[in-house]
Structures are given as structure tokens and as C-alpha cells.
């Protein structure tokens, strides 16, 4: 590493270093992640189990946390929902075993905003966390989109359907948004993880696939139909026809 840290920081709103923390239960993958996140400008907390995560989560507020799959004492979408219970916006990205794609899924559904598959690439995980929390922190826009009877608040980031209460985590949020900005438009796989995740997910694109399953899951299930796929060349979102 250089002796200069990257000047491609960002910082709380009071200046200070944004704060991560990282639950994992192998020692050489905390102690590779801390390094390399200290490097970045980030302060970081360190657990080796759910309950340690949830009592460093309490202590420390994270702006942001590298959560494993797979503890010791608890699961780690266990450890989410207590974690969500108390800081419902905190970006969460999931640690997972690369062939364990349930997991992925599983993760995704239960509210995580993203996943990295072990083992990584450092500046991957790095560019993820970037992207998360600048989505985070930077200003919305005052407005509303509405598409049909579905209904997002760009300022307050509510969402309805017919009415109804949507709950988004970030990440689905900005997907939602994104359509609903291009509606009846077909947006590639490619063109989608460019605009909402910001980075190069190396072979990884089917984090949009289960993104938008998830999505589906929260504004489709028991509704006409409004995000649609188009085999081989994207997604489009339309108003549900009765």
C-alpha cells in the first residue's frame, strides 16, 4: 500500500471518518478487511459473533456493515432483523461462500442491500461500501414519481402501491427509483448495475436478478404485474393493468 491514503474519501456530516463494522468469524478475513478498510479512511469495529456484532452495533451506530453469513452463535440474517430493529437504514452487504447461492438469495430477501462472495477482491468490497453510502448520504431530490397507482417520495423515500406502505431497503429503493424514472423504457442488466450499484461486479451481475425478485416480492405479490422481463434484454416497468 502507498504511504498516502486515497483521496477518494467520505466522511459523516460532522467531518469525522464514516464507520464500518465488520462480523466475520475467521481472524485472517477481519484482519485483511480492517486493514484494508483503515487504509480507505474508514474507522472501523470488528466482531467475531452476532451477539458481539449487535453490542459493537448499539456502541458504535456504523454507517455501514460487512456482515458473514455464516456465525457461531447466530445466523447472520438473524443478526440483520435485531440489527434493522434498531438501525433500519444502515446499508448491510453479506459476506457469502461463493457457491452458496441461496444464501445470496436468502440475504437479499431478508433486507441486505448487497453481497461478496468469498474469497474477494479488496477493492471490490471497498468500492461496494463507496457506493452504498454515498446513495446514503448524498442529497435526494424533492419530488415524486408515480407510475400507475405505484407512488415514490424521492425526499421523505416512502413508497406506496394503491396505497399501501412499501418498506424498501436502500438498495431496492434506488433499483425502484431508477425504473420508475425510465418507465416503459427495457434497461439492461448491464445499464442497471451501472446506475444503481456504481461499480464492476466481475461476473456477479446476477445481484440484479435477485434484486428485482425481491422487489417483485414487495410491490407485484397479489397486484397486476408492473415489473416485467424481457428474456435476453432487460427489464421495463409499467403500470398494472386490473
Request: aromatic content about 4%; glycine content about 8%.
Amino acid at each position: 500500500m502507498d504511504a498516502t491514503a486515497p483521496s477518494d474519501q467520505l466522511a459523516r456530516p460532522d467531518g469525522s471518518p464514516l464507520r464500518v463494522l465488520v462480523v466475520d468469524d475467521e481472524p485472517s478475513i477481519v484482519e485483511l478487511l480492517h486493514l484494508a478498510l483503515r487504509y480507505e479512511g474508514w474507522d472501523v469495529t470488528t466482531a467475531a459473533d452476532g451477539a458481539e456484532a449487535l453490542r459493537a452495533a448499539r456502541e458504535t451506530r456504523p454507517d455501514a456493515v460487512l456482515l458473514d453469513v455464516m456465525l457461531p452463535d447466530m445466523d447472520g440474517l438473524q443478526v440483520l432483523a435485531r440489527l434493522r430493529a434498531d438501525l433500519p437504514h444502515v446499508p448491510v452487504i453479506f459476506l457469502t461462500a461463493k457457491d452458496a447461492v441461496e444464501d445470496r438469495v436468502a440475504g437479499l430477501a431478508a433486507g441486505g442491500d448487497d453481497y461478496v462472495t468469498k474469497p474477494f477482491v479488496l477493492e471490490e468490497v471497498t468500492a461496494r461500501l463507496r457506493s452504498l453510502v454515498r446513495r446514503t448520504l448524498r442529497g435526494l431530490e424533492d419530488g415524486l414519481l408515480v407510475v400507475g397507482d405505484l407512488v415514490l417520495d424521492e425526499e421523505t423515500h416512502e413508497v406506496t402501491r394503491g396505497g399501501d406502505d412499501v418498506v424498501l431497503t436502500a438498495t431496492e429503493f434506488e433499483l425502484l427509483r431508477f425504473l420508475m424514472r425510465h418507465p416503459g423504457r427495457v434497461l439492461s442488466k448491464v445499464l442497471i448495475l451501472d446506475r444503481v450499484w456504481s461499480y464492476d461486479v466481475g461476473g456477479q451481475g446476477n445481484v440484479v436478478e435477485l434484486s428485482i425478485s425481491c422487489l417483485r416480492r414487495k410491490i407485484d405479490v397479489g397486484r397486476a404485474p408492473m415489473i416485467h422481463t424481457l428474456r435476453g434484454a432487460g427489464y421495463v416497468l409499467r403500470p398494472g393493468r386490473p
